[in-house]
């Protein structure tokens, strides 16, 4: 399988310094957008071909376009860091490349190669590395690479065309407010994912299937929800678009994987992290009882949400049918805080990358 070369054709007309700047500030989470974006296309009998960096814009579907259709989409989300030293770097694009190819695996299209996949994002940070933000904050450049069916036609098959984007986004805090905790409806009757389906799989319709609990959980106070298994619906899986972590005085736990949860890049770095702090960092199924009477008893000392866009973010305040419990009295507990200070600094530069994380673009 040939790798394709992205040709540089630039915009023209890219945002002004002072348009650019205006937009940086404040800039929330996807709601702008950076000058450039970058395209591969890949065809039945011939593979990936055509790599570009282009200027960002529209793009145009035929209305019988396979994926309009049939769902056949995956993307990935990963970020850039300005360092110190005013170089840029990506944290573990490699990770995101090997999970891009898990997904395309499942919903049966063509697996971008890894130095593909690391040579469109390097291609269109290089270009647009004005809109990563300077050091010495939380901002970044968030890059969302994506793939989908292309094919026109009505036929419920795998696609015979695919086309591979990655577009960005500066990035502030997921949940504005700093490091406040968030609340947590959690979900015993609605699934996101069940044995066997796409859990593990980083695609649309995973999230789709998450909108109507998260409506629910908003109109039960709750900014987020969890979901349970879909068996016994009693086993804690994951948020609507974060893995979640236990702590346990100098113990943090995670659910075990289980087919139907997404494999985080945060969520793996941490178990490393967390032992990199003196903390043992395990892999464990917990019921939602167990998560009740645990929290209520005092043993289960912090919860918290990870993922590439929040980072980590504390849970405060739990909601089930049945119950109503705070955790840490409902602030930012001191383990969290500790842990969310070690990954930052890692990918911000300012401590040892003891595990070469940090893809560094110069």
Not at 11 to 39: C, I, K
Not at 85 to 97: M, S
Request: aromatic residues 8%; proline residues 6%.
């Amino acid at each position: 399988m040939t790798t394709p070369t992205i040709e540089l054709k630039p915009s023209s007309t890219p945002l002004s310094d002072a348009e650019r700047a205006a937009r940086m500030v404040n800039p929330g989470f996807g709601r702008h957008f950076t000058d450039h974006m970058v395209t591969i296309r890949w065809t039945e009998g011939r593979g990936w071909h055509d790599g570009q960096l282009v200027p960002y814009g529209p793009l145009s579907l035929d209305p019988a376009t396979n994926v309009l259709h049939y769902a056949q989409e995956i993307f990935e989300g990963l970020k850039a860091y300005r360092q110190p030293d005013d170089t840029v770097a990506i944290f573990r694009p490699d990770q995101n490349a090997l999970r891009f190819q898990r997904s395309a695996r499942r919903l049966a299209m063509p697996e971008l190669p890894v130095e593909t996949f690391l040579e469109a994002c390097d291609a269109l940070v290089q270009q647009d590395r004005a809109w990563v933000p300077a050091h010495g904050g939380e901002e970044s450049l968030y890059l969302r690479p994506f793939m989908i069916a292309t094919e026109v036609g009505l036929g419920v098959k795998p696609a015979n065309e695919y086309l591979f984007l990655v577009i960005a986004s500066p990035a502030g805090a997921y949940f504005p407010g700093g490091v406040k905790p968030v609340s947590i409806w959690l979900s015993e009757d609605r699934v996101r994912a069940v044995p066997g389906g796409m859990g593990d799989a980083k695609t649309g319709g995973n999230y789709a299937a998450s909108l109507l609990a998260q409506a629910e959980a908003a109109a039960k106070g709750c900014d987020q929800v969890c979901y349970l298994d879909a068996v016994e619906h009693k086993w804690v899986e994951e948020l609507g678009g974060m893995n979640l972590y236990f702590v346990y005085g100098d113990k943090i736990v995670t659910p075990t994987l289980s087919g139907s949860i997404l494999e985080g890049v945060t969520r793996d770095s941490l178990l490393a992290v967390a032992r990199d702090l003196g903390l043992e960092s395990v892999e464990a199924r917990v019921s939602i009882d167990q998560w009740q009477r645990d929290a209520e008893d005092g043993s289960l000392t912090e919860v918290f949400a990870c993922g590439t866009a929040a980072v980590i973010t504390p849970v405060g305040t739990v909601k089930r049918s049945s119950a109503e419990w705070k955790q840490s009295g409902g602030e930012p507990g001191e383990v969290t805080l500790r842990l969310r200070r070690a990954l930052l600094d890692i990918q911000r530069g300012v401590t040892e990358d003891r595990h070469g994380w940090m893809h560094s673009l110069g």
